[in-house]
T-cell receptor, first 114, second 116 residues
Framework: NAGVTQTPKFQVLKTGQSMTLQCAQDMNHEYMSWYRQDPGMGLRLIHYSVGAGITDQGEVPNGYNVSRSTTEDFPLRLLSAAPSQTSVYFC?????????????FGPGTRLTVL | AQSVAQPEDQVNVAEGNPLTVKCTYSVSGNPYLFWYVQYPNRGLQFLLKYITGDNLVKGSYGFEAEFNKSQTSFHLKKPSALVSDSALYFCAVRDIKTSGTYKYIFGTGTRLKVLA
């Protein structure tokens, strides 16, 4: 198993540009989520999904869109990049709740918005 | 809403000494609590979790955590620290919504430095 994969690893954008961060998992996990990590702020939840076709907002959803058309993929779209979105982005997945809800994290995408 | 707090930005400990990384929680109902570790330039890795049962939970790499309901705490501990334990540690809680969906909320992280 590859686990959770994220592409790209690094990205530089100009203000106003749009892009999609890709996330895929091959563990047949129902739950997937996106976080951003900023110094002193810890990990903040952007969006999450409990299954294909179901998404919901986390703590900091503004400026980001998600969709979940398949169990495997959970892309994060930046609609119009802003310098405040400079961050490291992590995707995570886990099986359905209960005693098995350990999250597996991808390696991250480091995004810089100029 | 559920939340966790990590009151220390950084903890320094000498190699071989016991270490504690603190976490307190605020939840309604029974808490689902987790500890994760992040090494430099890596994603987070699961260490251990408390769902129900024994208050002392054992996890990976010799770490354990003590669930204390009266003090609403879930402190991470290790009897003898190693230099290789130096990393960023996150406490997290599972927040279950009335709709039945759920999400995970993370603390701000504590940087552990183990000094040789």
């Amino acid at each position: 198993n590859a686990g959770v994969t994220q592409t790209p690893k690094f990205q530089v954008l100009k203000t106003g540009q749009s892009m999609t961060l890709q996330c895929a998992q091959d563990m047949n996990h129902e739950y997937m989520s996106w976080y951003r990590q900023d110094p002193g702020m810890g990990l903040r939840l952007i969006h999450y999904s409990v299954g294909a076709g179901i998404t919901d907002q986390g703590e900091v959803p503004n400026g980001y869109n998600v969709s979940r058309s398949t169990t495997e993929d959970f892309p994060l779209r930046l609609l119009s990049a802003a310098p405040s979105q400079t961050s490291v982005y992590f995707c995570a997945s886990s099986s359905a709740g209960g005693r098995t809800d350990t999250q597996y994290f991808g390696p991250g995408t480091r995004l810089t918005v100029l | 809403a559920q939340s966790v707090a990590q009151p220390e930005d950084q903890v320094n400990v000498a190699e071989g000494n016991p270490l504690t990384v603190k976490c307190t929680y605020s939840v309604s109902g029974n808490p689902y609590l987790f500890w994760y570790v992040q090494y430099p330039n890596r994603g987070l890795q699961f260490l251990l979790k408390y769902i129900t049962g024994d208050n002392l939970v054992k996890g990976s790499y010799g770490f354990e955590a003590e669930f204390n309901k009266s003090q609403t705490s879930f402190h991470l501990k290790k009897p003898s620290a190693l230099v290789s334990d130096s990393a960023l540690y996150f406490c997290a809680v599972r927040d279950i919504k009335t709709s039945g969906t759920y999400k995970y909320i993370f603390g701000t992280g504590t940087r552990l430095k183990v000094l040789a």
